[in-house]
T-cell receptor, first 115, second 114 residues
Framework: DAGITQSPRHKVTETGTPVTLRCHQT?????MYWYRQDPGHGLRLIHY???????DKGEVSDGYSVSRSKTEDFLLTLESATSSQTSVYFC??????????????FGPGTRLTVL | GENVEQHPSTLSVQEGDSAVIKCTYS??????FPWYKQELGKRPQLIID?????GEKKDQRIAVTLNKTAKHFSLHITETQPEDSAVYFC?????????????FGKGTSLLVTP
């Protein structure tokens, strides 16, 4: 597996509390992504980053914010967690568009439960 | 935005049979189509991908076909084995300065019975 780690791997929290998930890569890849996975919905893009301090919204960005202060770390923050944000969160990375294709490598995932 | 539809949602085949999973996409600008396999409790892993300038690609027992005109692409697994049992996701994306953010189908749960 590509050098991607996510922390924590599991978290249980209460409604209304802030939560930050961390994605760390050792591949020096430019692009990083946050997806959530829910039964019956597949994987849906939350936010992505195309460089340090360069981020943009995905399909399901409401209630989430991100930050990328250095190449290797991409943080996902739930400012005030809600039960609808109970999900498995995957981080992914990819390299530049100079390649003939652009495979995304996924991290091991974080299972978040909001009570 | 891009909408990717995937069918069937579940598929059960006997070992040795073939399995076919189909996806359609809506945005004609999409030009990259990967397929991911996800085993229970694990991360998605890329198994094959195809770009829009190619109609078919094969890798051992796995093949993908793409019909740009009809906006659909399919995954074909031949001589299925029990270890092929997993959830398979198709996805579509297009070139942009912000990378290849993927739009996924909802997945197909494949069960291969001995």
């Amino acid at each position: 597996d590509a050098g991607i780690t996510q922390s924590p791997r599991h978290k249980v929290t209460e409604t209304g509390t802030p939560v930050t998930l961390r994605c760390h890569q050792t591949e020096n890849h430019r692009y990083m992504y946050w997806y959530r996975q829910d039964p019956g919905h597949g994987l849906r893009l939350i936010h992505y980053s195309y460089g340090v301090k360069d981020t943009d919204k995905g399909e399901v960005s409401d209630g989430y914010s991100v930050s990328r202060s250095k190449t290797e770390d991409f943080l996902l923050t739930l400012e005030s967690a809600t039960s609808s944000q109970t999900s498995v969160y995957f981080c992914a990375i990819s390299e530049s568009m100079a390649r003939s294709y652009n495979e995304q490598f996924f991290g091991p995932g974080t299972r978040l439960t909001v009570l | 935005g891009e909408n990717v539809e995937q069918h069937p949602s579940t598929l059960s085949v006997q070992e040795g049979d073939s399995a076919v999973i189909k996806c359609t996409y809506s945005d004609s600008a999409s030009n990259y189509f990967p397929w991911y396999k996800q085993e229970l409790g694990k991360r998605p892993q890329l198994i094959i991908d195809i770009r829009s300038n190619v109609g078919e690609k094969k890798d051992q027992r796995i093949a993908v076909t793409l019909n740009k005109t009809a906006k659909h692409f399919s995954l074909h697994i031949t001589e299925t084995q029990p270890e092929d049992s997993a959830v398979y996701f198709c996805a579509a994306s297009w070139d942009s300065n912000s990378g290849y953010a993927l739009n996924f189908g909802k997945g197909t749960s494949l069960l291969v019975t001995p």
